[in-house]
């Protein structure tokens, strides 16, 4: 008996040891988790790995690529297999196979061995879908209705029916519009994304977007539906007119279905369809959307629907070759929200309080007689008197109207506009208001969550919170801003300033990647880069700040992702911006035809005292020329074959910053604006000799001092305010700015009530009055950049620049007094990074967890006489541990992957 149990353990031994600690989590193609219509030839495929051991790394890996799944977990009927590839990355490795076709279907799996040669299980297969691959693969005609002028601007409706009688072992269908569209397969919305095709450079170029309808398919007689909507396409931009980009609505649908017996069909939009008009009788996105139930077709995107009385399609030569891929994630429904309370104002409104400033559209319930009307009107806030508040929105009217058809319990919710609101004014509901019957859905694009942030003090909690649904509210395809007024663009100069914390939250990576081209697509001929992407203005108009998004936007998804694809696509668009700057520059020095400058700066009402911190707008301009060229040099440093431009671009850098010391530096050493703003931007761009920028800070510090702690930056010096007090030795001061509750602070819309960002310090006043209606957005990301210090500085999360991706990692957080504990996570593409500080009386911890496959830096306060702990063992430089010592009192510990717990006594 023990010699079976002596055998029994050695047997269980030696099985541990054939096979790896490690195992494979999470797969990726082209930065997304299973995604349909891959148009690229050569996919991106990544995947995450885990293990309960530490300093794992890996050492090889095998993929394998199937278009059956069966097949790929046996190993057979294969297309692609890499075999045993000697490598350690496991982030963007190039599929190389050159079978695959537009619209099959791919799974993959992918094992991987450690450092020890150990493999691991093969993966759970993901998979992805082909697009259309090239613009000869279309075979569908654009289509549109051929309504009276008294129709025109009526959502028309179109159908299609079509036999199906075999097994259908796969069905992809290819969609688009000029327009917004919803489309249906026998009485099913197909997908699940909302606002499709979404908003691209319309005039340049239309996405379409690829769904797998397999099992909407029936066998028999199948229908196919789609509902248009005006949206960016024939909408009226800006508020202003109509039509922006065309006239028309139009439809594109290609359906390829693949049966079982290896034959496959097409079904596509053609002079087959019908059109007719239906309950949607006006949507827009800014005034929202007008629905008469009465005017329902009941059954009409089902088969055997009588559709005698439809009308003909008109079938057009629109182009075919601007349209692509759909490469970021869609608009999609996501938290619900029920009402918290139902009231009636001071004027006698009836008004539903959901809570929580979001973007999206509410959900009614309703019963009464037909052809009762309803107004949904919807508000940001409520003014000091507890009235409806909608004169901020200016022209926007974001009021939805549904008439009831009057014969049993009615549910509406809107299909092709959106509102930006936590209240909502009900006029016209037959019977009491209950909370059963409303519901509000937040919309935004189906970005995956990658970070969270929480310390001690629940007021940073809640700005946290209000970042994080302000990026929610805003990024609806593109970085937009203004959700709910009559503008709702893509400012260059909000995504500028906040792209690295937007980063920290989200994965963004194609939702910037998809935003950047058509930044290139709009950048006008002579290089200049409009403020708004797209392009609403088209009036050559450029500013500092804004404009620089096409360099600052590029390297800050270079740093968080380690994309260097992405860098390689934006780098002649980022050498047009800074070449056109150099072009219209005066002696290296850049005097801006126009400027936002340092945008909603503090500026008392009564400034008799000169207290307003006004930043001269060429000062600003000549930092981000720098900043833009610096940009560029490192991006030419990262790529290859370009030591010309570096060359070039470096002597440049040079000449910019000799201007800026000439220009705006006393010989005393005094900047010409006095401001916090400029002292930021001079020391964060390195604008100034060496030996003047700790008196240039000491100026700041002083500032800040005069200011009794309060900031005093606009859009352009915020972002870099605590980075720069804490590059330069003043965490502390960081700390008081930060922390500070009063106005001008990040913590003062806390202080007010606000569940989002608001576009101005003191959009409400301290007496509850408001700040100008013309531009008082309560939903503005922009001031949330200060969520890069949050997460690189309290908890200190950061990639080392030369190793960006996080796949070489720095933890350095900024201990402090003021906090008892920060913790932050970042789920990256190689897995999970946590950075979790505590004070408890005289004993610091530290628990940090390091993806497999990378290493890390820990930055520990610790003076030369404290003692670290791991796991409650101290710890020594030597064999087992690398640690180093510097001047700024900390030690630096070398690690690889795992889970830590240091200490310091």
Not at 180 to 196: D, H, M, Q, S, V
Not at 826 to 837: E, N, P, Q, R
């Amino acid at each position: 008996m023990q010699k079976f149990f002596v055998f029994n353990i050695l047997f269980f031994v030696i099985c541990l040891n054939a096979y790896s600690q490690i195992e494979v989590t999470g797969l990726f193609v082209d930065n997304k988790i299973n995604p349909l219509g891959i148009d690229e030839l050569y996919p991106e495929l990544s995947w995450q790995l885990s293990s309960t051991k530490r300093n794992v790394t890996q050492s090889a890996f095998n993929i394998r690529v199937s278009e059956d799944p069966e097949s790929l977990e046996k190993g057979e009927n294969l297309i692609y297999s890499t075999g045993k590839i000697y490598s350690d990355q496991s982030v963007s490795v190039p599929f190389t196979g050159n079978t695959i076709k537009p619209t099959h279907k791919y799974y993959w799996q992918v094992r991987v061995w450690d450092q020890r040669d150990k493999a691991s299980n093969w993966s759970k297969p993901g998979f992805w879908v082909m697009g259309i691959m090239a613009p000869q693969n279309w075979t569908a005609n654009w289509i549109q209705e051929d309504f009276p002028e008294k129709e025109s601007r009526v959502s028309p409706v179109f159908r299609k029916e079509f036999m199906n009688e075999k097994k259908v072992r796969l069905a992809v269908a290819l969609i688009t519009a000029h327009g917004l569209y919803e489309a249906r397969l026998n009485g099913k919305k197909i997908g699940n994304c909302c606002l499709t095709p979404g908003w691209t450079s319309y005039d340049k170029r239309i996405a379409y977007q690829t769904y797998d309808v397999t099992k909407l398919l029936k066998k028999g007689r199948n229908a196919i539906g789609a509902i248009l909507g005006d949206g960016w396409y024939r909408g009226p931009i800006k508020n202003e007119g109509k039509n922006f980009y065309g006239k028309d609505l139009s439809f594109l649908f290609q359906m390829h279905i693949f049966y079982e017996d290896g034959t496959s069909e097409q079904i596509v939009s053609d002079g087959s369809w019908l059109c007719s008009t239906g309950a949607i009788l006006s949507s827009g996105i800014y005034d929202g959307e007008v629905y008469d139930a009465r005017y329902e077709k009941e059954g009409w995107d089902k088969a055997d629907f009588d559709d005698t009385g439809w009308r003909a399609i008109v079938q057009k030569n629109y182009p075919l070759t601007d349209l692509v891929t759909t490469e970021n994630e869609s608009i999609r429904k996501h938290e619900l929200f029920k009402p918290v309370k139902i009231f009636t104002t001071p004027k006698g409104d009836k008004v539903i309080d959901f809570g929580q400033n979001i973007v999206g559209w509410v959900q009614m319930k309703v019963r009464g007689k037909a052809g009762d009307r309803i107004t949904i009107s919807h508000a940001e806030v409520l003014d000091k008197n507890g009235d409806f508040y909608t004169k901020n929105l200016r022209k926007a009217k974001q009021i939805n109207t549904y008439i009831l058809r009057g014969d049993s319990v009615e549910v509406f919710e809107p299909h092709f506009t959106w509102q930006g609101f936590r209240y909502i004014k009900i006029e016209g509901y037959p019977g009491e208001l209950k909370t059963d019957n409303f519901k509000a859905y937040a919309l935004y694009s189906d970005m995956r969550p990658t970070g969270t942030f929480k310390c001690s003090d629940d007021w940073v909690n809640k700005l946290q919170h209000n970042i994080q649904w302000s990026l929610k509210g805003n990024f609806l395809d593109i970085p937009m801003e203004g959700p709910q007024r009559d503008e709702r663009f893509g400012w260059t100069g909000d995504i500028q300033v906040a792209s690295r914390m937007a980063g920290f939250n989200f994965d963004i990576h194609s939702f910037l990647s998809k935003w950047l081209k058509d930044l290139s697509l709009d950048q006008n001929k002579n290089g200049s880069v409009p403020v708004t992407v797209p392009d609403v203005f088209h009036d050559g108009k450029c500013s500092p700040g804004w404009s620089d998004a096409a360099t600052i936007v590029p390297w800050n998804m270079y740093m968080i992702y380690g994309d260097k694809k992405l860098l390689e696509d934006q780098y002649e668009s980022m050498k047009k911006w800074v070449d056109y700057i150099d072009s219209v520059s005066v002696g290296d020095l850049w005097i801006p035809d126009f400027s936002y400058g340092d945008w909603l700066f503090y500026s008392p009402e009564d400034d008799a005292d000169g207290c307003a911190a006004v930043t001269d707008k060429t000062l600003i301009a000549q930092c981000f020329f720098a900043c833009s060229t610096q940009k560029i040099i490192e991006a030419a440093k990262v790529l290859e074959d370009k030591e010309d431009d570096i060359y070039h671009y470096d002597s440049l850098l040079t000449k910019i910053k000799d201007v800026f010391v000439h220009e705006f530096v006393t010989p005393s050493g005094r900047l010409v604006s006095q401001t916090q703003t400029a002292y930021v931007l001079a020391l964060n761009f390195d604008m100034l000799p060496v030996g003047l920028r700790p008196e240039i800070a000491l100026r700041l510090v002083q500032n800040i001092h005069s200011y009794e702690n309060h900031l005093t930056t606009g859009f352009l010096g915020s972002p870099y305010l605590c980075q720069v007090l804490t590059r330069f030795g003043y965490t502390e001061v960081a700390y008081d700015v930060f922390l500070q509750r009063t106005y001008p602070s990040w913590l003062y819309p806390v202080s007010m009530g606000a569940t989002t960002l608001w576009e101005r310090w003191d959009g409400i006043k301290p007496d509850g009055s408001f700040q100008n209606a013309e531009m008082n957005s309560f939903n503005n990301y922009a001031y949330g950049s200060i969520g890069d210090w949050m997460y690189r500085g309290i908890a200190g999360i950061d990639t080392k620049p030369q190793n960006p991706g996080y796949k070489s990692i720095i933890i350095k957080p900024l201990v402090t007094n003021r906090l008892s504990y920060a913790k932050a996570e970042l789920d990256t593409y190689y897995g999970k990074i946590v950075s979790f500080w505590s004070r408890k009386e005289y004993k610091l911890s530290l628990h940090v967890e390091i993806p497999v496959n990378t290493t890390a830096d820990i930055y520990i306060p610790a003076m030369e006489h404290n003692k670290i702990y791991e796991n409650k063992k101290i710890i020594t430089s030597g064999k087992k541990w690398k640690i180093d010592r510097n001047q700024k009192g900390y030690a630096i510990v070398h690690i690889g992957s795992g889970q830590y717990d240091f200490s310091v006594q």
